[in-house]
């Protein structure tokens, strides 16, 4: 679900912005032209320590995808283990939205389907304008003992809503999801096995791409399996999940209850709330099985619009937490954790957008086209191998493995570059909206 | 004539990385003009104080 809500910061003045963004531009150009026209003035130790600096990325990148692939190897491994819970609890799943007509009937029709003896359905309308409310009627009253409730209030974006939600619900174990998404039949029971832990808080589920038509989607469907579900394998063997996605995330209410509730000011609510958890103490774990469908944007625009406030909302709820970056008592993985979270979002988008560059600036002004190759053909070596195994791990398509030769030339680099540009933005505090993505209705 | 598939290969990637980085730097300016122009939610009028209603709330005498 994704709606309006206020922006977090009091924008920069548009004299201020548009001096910033021509004194980088400038930065930029006076840069490239000085590389390319006087390579020879870089000096050897300039090109040393440049050389140096893309070593240590590519032996960073490598032993990164080991890390990732060791430790969620071993989490799997921890879960062939695991026992189906003694008992079922009661379950309250909310479900807020906001102009989602498109897909409201599939995401809740999905819910009435849960192979899950004991919960209930909130689903809360955030003041839509395109008759979602109707729709969400459609459902009310009772289905075999599934009590579907219906609310409508006026428009006060996601958090809000979800805390709407939350309030009116009943049961020990919360589920938040995005009403464009759809869970399958067996997502709860397995999600509810994590919980036999009592010190988990939360659980975050698997989320996978539904519409796979076109590249895009085909791409963002091996982004989610490759980059972000491995990510969270790895992390749960340390129980410290870092986000709990939207489109799933299962809750104690003592740990929701316990942090306040979702906050209203950042665009990443969801991280925000995975944090403040983590920070309670509580382990949040991450539960493959628990699958929920999601559909992802299909056009171009539409995934830089997604990434853009993904990665905006991340850099505010890490600027409102910087607190625990820094903290010494408690957990360790809870300032871990944000450390990463600042490594993949700030550094490593920068650092793959630069090592491109300069590996093309090497072979163009150098003649080490040989190098260029072998890089080139490591990292795609590197990407097709982790995206077999984290699809094998999965049980999923092998067919996506493919698309792993455009994943990081291409998909990712254009996704890195968005993310560069919206951290300069919020830097500088330009002002920004939440971007509604437009449905197409394919869950 | 033996082909040099180094060169070639270096090539290709060299037009494809330098493609997809003009291609990324286009589409996220493509994507704030796109959001500059479009019409304004009810929810960012209200924030911005613009918000008209089309009716007055009627209420009932008591």
Same mark, same amino acid.
């Given at each position: ?11 920069? !003045? ?40 893309? $070593? ?35 379950? !309250? ?127 963002? $469907? ?41 906050? !209203? ?179 | ?62």
């Amino acid at each position: 679900m994704e709606t309006n809500k206020p922006v977090v910061r009091t924008p920069m !003045s548009p004299r201020k912005q548009a001096i910033i963004s021509i004194l980088i531009i400038l930065a930029v150009v006076i840069l490239t032209v000085f590389m390319f026209r006087y390579p020879e003035r870089l000096g050897p130790i300039a090109v040393s320590a440049l050389v140096v600096t893309l $070593a240590s990325f590519l032996l960073l990148l490598i032993l990164r995808h080991f890390v990732l692939i060791w430790f969620s190897f071993l989490h799997q491994r921890e879960l062939s283990h695991d026992e189906p819970p003694e008992h079922y609890p009661f379950v !309250s799943i909310i479900v807020p939205a906001f102009n989602e007509a498109e897909v409201i009937h599939a995401s809740l029709a999905s819910l009435l389907e849960l192979r899950y003896p004991y919960y209930e359905i909130i689903a809360v309308d955030d003041g839509s304008t395109d008759g979602t409310y109707e729709k969400m009627r459609e459902f009310e009253g009772n289905h075999y003992g599934v009590r579907v409730q219906v609310f409508r209030k006026e428009n006060s974006g996601k958090a809000d809503t979800l805390n709407y939600g939350i309030r009116r619900s009943r049961a020990p174990i919360v589920i938040c999801m995005d009403s464009d998404s759809r869970l399958t039949p067996d997502a709860l029971r397995y999600a509810i096995r994590q919980f036999t832990d009592p010190n988990v808080g939360a659980v975050a589920g698997n989320v996978k791409v539904i519409n796979r038509h076109n590249i895009w989607t085909k791409l963002q $469907a091996l982004e989610y399996i490759e980059g972000l579900n491995i990510v969270r394998k790895a992390q749960a063997f340390f129980r410290s999940v870092n986000v709990i996605p939207g489109p799933m995330g299962i809750f104690r209410r003592t740990a929701i209850e316990g942090t306040g509730g979702y906050d !209203s000011d950042t665009y990443a609510e969801d991280f925000d709330m995975t944090v403040k958890i983590l920070a309670d103490g509580w382990k949040i774990n991450y539960e493959p099985k628990a699958v929920a469908y999601t559909e992802a944007p299909e056009e171009l625009l539409d995934i830089i619009k997604q990434r853009y406030r993904w990665s905006r909302g991340i850099l505010q709820a890490l600027r409102k937490q910087k607190h625990l970056l820094t903290r010494t008592s408690g957990v360790i993985t809870t300032p871990l954790s944000l450390w990463y979270m600042i490594f993949e979002g700030l550094v490593w988008p920068a650092m793959n957008i630069f090592s491109s560059l300069f590996f093309v600036y090497i072979a163009l002004m150098f003649g080490m086209q040989k190098l260029l190759v072998m890089w080139w053909l490591l990292l795609t070596l590197l990407d097709v191998l982790i995206a077999v195994h984290a699809i094998l791990m999965e049980k999923e398509d092998l067919r996506l493995a493919a698309y792993a030769v455009f994943y990081r030339f291409f998909y990712i680099l254009i996704i890195d570059v968005t993310k560069v540009f919206a951290t300069l933005e919020e830097l500088v505090g330009l002002d920004m909206s939440w971007g509604k993505l437009a449905r197409k209705g394919r869950i | 004539m033996r082909l040099d598939w180094v060169n070639i290969l270096a090539t290709v990637i060299f037009v494809s990385i330098v493609v997809t980085l003009i291609l990324a730097v286009a589409s996220y300016f493509a994507y704030k003009v796109r959001e500059a122009r479009r019409p304004k939610t009810a929810g960012e009028l209200r924030q911005e104080g613009q918000m008209k209603a089309f009716f007055n709330q009627y209420e009932p005498k008591k």
